[in-house]
């Protein structure tokens, strides 16, 4: 069956993590914002067999148990059939019980023809940095980060998230997580993609030039050359373990050493709550 790892849910919980650094000086802030990007997703032409069950608070909520969300997402719906919307808003229900915010994430959801191949798009509209209680300064924040940390709407009532989804694809648009062979899960596909409107994206890139210089790799943001967005923050902060007993610190960007770590099959991404996981794709 066609689905997706859902990997966003290893660190779904950003929204809510403590600060440990040193608030900016209010009187040092400047807001800037820019328009961002969205993350597009191709399809996949093969049956991936896995199953990633939904969250305790989802299923507390939806078997009627007390439990109330410290998030609420407002989607507004264009061109979606009922069983499309549905499964949308399935996927925007799981998010919901798990992130936590006191302001509104406002998503633009668009349900239309999208080139060959492509399941959908989305992404945050616009990225902030140097907003109040921004825990370091001169990084960029997804608007719905942003507006977490600040406590307050940062774009009016604009959307946060801009999403697309094909209505091209022969999708499987169930709510129970079990597509037939050939279908591909709208909710699992959703739940992906809304995760990069979160901010969650991309944050490497590989280049091989010529070997007078040798391969590269940098730290940046999928559609963010040069920007040292929340994520990538993230990673450099964390350092990744390179063998057992040593740490490889963070890195200046781009650099060759880089390059190893993105090409190599042994090194791992330790995460506090849930294992280790890979940290690049072998070549």
């Not at 809510?16 to 040193?22: E, F, L």
């Not at 610190?249 to 995460?271: D, E, G």
């Amino acid at each position: 069956m066609k689905k997706l790892l859902l990997l966003s849910f290893l660190a779904c919980g950003t929204l809510g993590t403590a600060r440990a650094q040193q608030l900016v000086s209010q009187a040092e802030l400047v807001l800037e914002s820019r328009p961002a990007k969205p993350v597009i997703c191709y399809a996949r032409n093969e049956d991936m067999h896995t199953y990633v069950a939904p969250p305790a608070q989802f299923l507390n909520r939806t078997a009627g148990r007390p439990t109330a969300d410290r998030a609420r997402i407002e989607v507004t719906y264009i061109g979606f059939p009922a069983d499309a919307r549905a499964a949308f808003q399935k996927a925007v229900d799981i998010w919901q019980s798990l992130l936590f915010s006191p302001v509104v994430i406002r998503v633009e959801a668009r349900w239309e023809a999208l080139d060959e191949g492509v399941l959908g798009a989305a992404g945050a509209t616009q990225i902030y940095r140097n907003l109040p209680g921004a825990p370091k300064s001169n990084i960029w924040y997804p608007v719905a980060l942003a507006e977490k940390i600040a406590g307050q709407e940062l774009n009016g009532t604009n959307a946060d998230i801009s999403a697309e989804f094909s209505s091209n694809f022969d999708w499987y648009l169930g709510l129970d997580g079990l597509p037939p062979a050939g279908k591909y899960d709208l909710v699992s596909v959703v739940l992906h993609e809304l995760g990069h409107g979160l901010g969650f994206v991309a944050a490497s890139s590989y280049t091989d030039p010529p070997p007078v210089t040798g391969p590269i790799a940098s730290l940046n943001s999928s559609g963010f050359p040069g920007f040292s967005l929340h994520t990538s923050r993230m990673v450099r902060e964390t350092g990744w373990p390179a063998t057992a007993g040593s740490l490889v610190l963070p890195w200046p960007s781009p650099i060759s050493s880089l390059a190893m770590i993105c090409t190599s099959a042994a090194h791992w991404l330790t995460l506090s709550r849930t294992g280790s996981a890979p940290v690049c794709t072998p070549r």
